[in-house]
């Protein structure tokens, strides 16, 4: 089958296309043959080198997939050759074939055709546990989000509107980013490249702390993100684009209940990975049937430029997801 790998650690020039043998499956899982595969900064972070593959996990990137089921493991039960999928794996997607566990795989929503549905798993995944279950949104409440027109973003402000009423405040840098954010249910964008962005968060606030915030930058970030806080807000850590090591007032943490949250999907059991598909089939694929809430693909290429992809998201052009077209 033909697929793309990393040869090497680096830019986005190590990508390669290459022949690989189709993979095969254990008992609880299924071989898709893959139309479409979702682009996303895991991906570029392993191609770094600093984002492995767990142990016994391929090397090919990509964690999030759509296409048709062409086989099923002994155990497999809820499926069958010939269904049409999108799912959450833990590598393999940039191939024309990936093993899929049969636990993360979802029904592609009324619809949707097969580059809009393998947008899905890997934001629909991250956005569902950083808010409900990291950050504990509830109804009502406010929440801010960091880099708001990101894949991960866009789907956060959808489910916090849709599923909570919450108050929804953004950020993203530029004006046609911000507009997109609004267009998608955000209260208020705000510009992060400015240096009184937590002032200006207050004041689309009410002048109030928010209650929750997703953030994947850290380093300098955090000590303002706390200070940004109501009392008993969480602060959920998606990564670390800004610096690994940030300074922080234990006792000002202590005093004002706040929380800080780490969270992370690719490394978690099969049977958590299991439980958020339900959540997600019962809560949010309601909403993407209906049109309530969507994920837009910003752009899509051919599986053997996976290189130019990857160029675009680190330039960090897109406003919602990149797909690689497979077929």
């Known amino acids: 089958m033909r697929a793309v790998v990393c040869e090497g650690f680096g830019d986005p020039s190590v990508l390669r296309a290459v022949e690989r043998p189709v993979p095969g499956i254990g008992a609880g899982e299924v071989l898709v043959r893959v139309a479409a595969a979702g682009v996303n900064r895991p991906d570029a972070t392993q191609r770094l080198g600093l984002y492995p593959p767990p142990p016994g996990v391929t090397d090919i990137p990509g964690l999030d997939i759509a296409g048709e089921i062409v086989a099923c493991g002994a155990e497999v039960g809820a499926w069958r050759a010939g269904d049409v999928v999108c799912a959450l794996i833990p590598g393999g997607g940039y191939a024309e074939y990936a ?48 880099g708001g027109t990101s894949g991960v973003g866009l789907a956060a402000i ?105 969270s992370v999907i690719r490394s978690r059991t099969l049977a958590e990975k299991r439980a958020i598909a339900k959540s997600l089939v019962e809560n949010v694929w309601p909403l993407l049937a209906k049109g309530v809430m969507r994920i837009p693909v910003h752009a899509t290429f051919p599986l053997e430029r996976a290189e130019d992809a990857h160029w675009m998201l680190e330039r960090n052009e897109q406003a919602g997801k990149i797909v690689l077209d497979v077929r």
């Open 158 to 262: 959808q489910m916090a509107r849709a599923l909570r009423g919450a108050r929804v405040i953004v950020t993203a840098s530029t004006a046609e980013k911000r507009a997109q954010a609004e267009a998608f249910g955000a209260d208020a964008a705000i510009d992060y490249r400015v240096d009184d962005w937590p002032d200006q968060v207050r004041k689309a606030n009410a002048g109030l702390g928010v209650d929750v915030i997703l953030d994947a930058q850290g380093g300098d970030y955090v000590p303002r993100e706390l200070a940004l806080l109501s009392e008993g807000g969480r602060l959920v850590l998606l990564g670390a684009h800004r610096g690994v090591e940030s300074t922080i007032n234990v006792r000002d943490l202590i005093r004002r209940r706040l929380s800080i949250v780490g």
């Open 99 to 146: 093993a899929a566990p049969a636990a993360t795989c979802l029904p592609v929503p009324a619809g949707l055709e097969m580059r809009s549905a393998a947008a899905l798993p890997e934001v629909c995944f991250t956005a569902w546990t950083k808010l409900m279950e990291a950050g504990r949104l509830w109804f009502g409440e406010s929440v801010l989000i960091q």
